[in-house]
C-alpha cells in the first residue's frame, strides 16, 4: 500500500532529521536551531499558498493546536536530544507507538487484530527492557558525583540525566496530540493547506518565545549546513506524511508503527557519527520494538 510505503519514507527521514539536530545543536543553541530551522522549513512551503486557501475557519483553530502541539514538543524534544545519546532518544522516541495505538482506539475506534495486539506487547516489553537499563545503570552509579556537575557533563560521562528522559516522554506525547489531529484534518483538507498554515503558526509561535524571553539568535546559526539540512528532510518528510493521512485506508495505529523505522536511523547514527557506548543493547531493545512492528503490520 502506498501510503505504508510515504509513512517509512516520514520515518526514514525523521531518523535522518535526529542526527542533523543533535549535530546542528554541536554549534548552537536550541532556540537558535529551532527558530531558524522553523523559518526555513516555512520558506520552502511558501510557494504552496496559493495551494493552502479556501479551508474553513474552524480548521485555522485545530490546525493552530497541532501547531502548538509541536511547538511544545520541539522543545522539550530538542532539550531532551541535546543532552542525550541520540540513539538513546531514538529508542525512547518508539513510545509513540504506544500513544498512538491509544488514540487510534480510542478516537477513531479502530479495532486491533490479534497480531497488532501482539505486536504492541513487545514494542512494550522493548521500551521496559531499556527503561530498566537506563534505572540500572543510574543506580550502579558512584553517588559521590560532585554537585557542581552539570547535565551536559554529566550525560556525556554516562551517566542519564532523568529530567531529560522525563522531557524525551513528554515530547513524545505532543507529538502523538499532533499525530491524531493530522488524521482528523486530512479528511477535509489537503497537504498544501496543512503544510503551510501549520508551518506559519509554528513560526508565529516560536517569534513570539523568543521575544518574550529575550533569547539572542546570531545571525552566524544561518551558516549551520545542518540546520538546512534537516529542514529539508522535514518538509519532504511531513508532505509524505500528509499525503499517507489523506489516504481514507490509512490507520493511525499501523502509520504510527511504521513510523518508528527512525530508530534504526538513529542508533546506527549513534554508532558511526557520535561514536556512542552502549549501542549493541539499544539495537537489541529497538529490535524487539521493529519485531512488534513487522508483527503490526503482517496481516494487512
Same mark, same amino acid.
Given at each position: ?8 519514507? *516520514? &520515518?526514514?527521514? +525523521? ?7 543533535? /549535530? ?7 532556540? %537558535? ?15 504552496? #499558498? ?5 479551508? !474553513?475557519?474552524? $480548521? @485555522?483553530?485545530?490546525?493552530?493546536? +497541532? ?9 522539550? &524534544?530538542?532539550?531532551?536530544? /541535546? ?5 538513546? @532518544? ?11 495505538? #491509544? ?6 475506534? %479502530? ?7 501482539? &505486536? ?5 516489553? &522493548?521500551?521496559?527492557?531499556? /527503561? ?36 524525551? #516522554? ?23 493547506? =496543512?503544510? $503551510? ?8 509561535? *516560536?517569534?513570539? @518565545?523568543?521575544?518574550?524571553? +529575550?533569547?539572542?539568535?546570531?545571525? %552566524? ?20 506524511? $500528509? ?11 499501523? =502509520? ?7 530508530? $534504526? ?5 549513534? +554508532?558511526?557519527?557520535?561514536? %556512542?557506548?552502549?549501542? !549493541? @543493547? ?19
Amino acid at each position: 500500500m502506498i501510503w505504508i510505503l510515504l509513512t517509512l519514507v *516520514y &520515518g526514514l527521514l +525523521k531518523g535522518g532529521r535526529e542526527i542533523s539536530k543533535k /549535530k546542528a545543536m554541536d554549534k548552537n543553541s536550541v532556540m %537558535e536551531v529551532l527558530l531558524i530551522y522553523t523559518v526555513i522549513a516555512f520558506l520552502i512551503v511558501v510557494p504552496r #499558498f496559493p495551494h493552502a486557501l479556501g479551508m !474553513a475557519p474552524r $480548521f @485555522y483553530g485545530l490546525i493552530l493546536i +497541532k501547531s502548538f502541539s509541536i511547538f511544545l514538543a520541539w522543545i522539550l &524534544g530538542f532539550h531532551a536530544l /541535546k543532552h542525550l545519546p541520540v540513539s538513546l @532518544y531514538g529508542v525512547l522516541d518508539l513510545s509513540r507507538v504506544l500513544l498512538g495505538t #491509544f488514540f487510534g482506539v480510542i478516537v477513531f475506534h %479502530e479495532v486491533l487484530m490479534w497480531n497488532q495486539i501482539l &505486536g504492541l506487547a513487545l514494542v512494550a516489553f &522493548g521500551l521496559l527492557a531499556l /527503561k530498566f537499563k537506563i534505572t540500572g545503570s543510574k543506580a550502579s552509579e558512584k553517588q559521590s558525583t560532585d554537585a557542581n556537575t552539570d547535565d551536559s557533563s554529566a550525560a556525556s560521562a554516562g551517566r542519564i540525566p532523568p529530567k531529560f528522559v522525563i522531557m524525551a #516522554f513528554a515530547s513524545c506525547v505532543f507529538n502523538s496530540v499532533s499525530g491524531l489531529l493530522d488524521k482528523v484534518l486530512m479528511k477535509d483538507i489537503n497537504s498544501s493547506q =496543512m503544510q $503551510f498554515w501549520y508551518m506559519f503558526f509554528l513560526v508565529v509561535f *516560536y517569534l513570539i @518565545y523568543i521575544l518574550v524571553t +529575550k533569547t539572542k539568535i546570531r545571525k %552566524e546559526t544561518l551558516k549551520n549546513g545542518w540546520i538546512w539540512l534537516m529542514s529539508i528532510m522535514f518538509v519532504i518528510g511531513d508532505a509524505a506524511l $500528509f499525503i499517507a493521512n489523506a489516504d481514507s485506508s490509512s490507520r493511525v495505529t499501523v =502509520m504510527t508503527v511504521v513510523k518508528q523505522s527512525a530508530c $534504526f536511523v538513529t542508533i546506527l547514527g549513534g +554508532k558511526f557519527v557520535f561514536h %556512542e557506548k552502549g549501542i !549493541a @543493547y539499544r539495537m537489541f531493545c529497538a529490535s524487539i520494538v521493529v519485531c512488534g512492528i513487522l508483527l503490526s503490520v503482517l496481516e494487512l
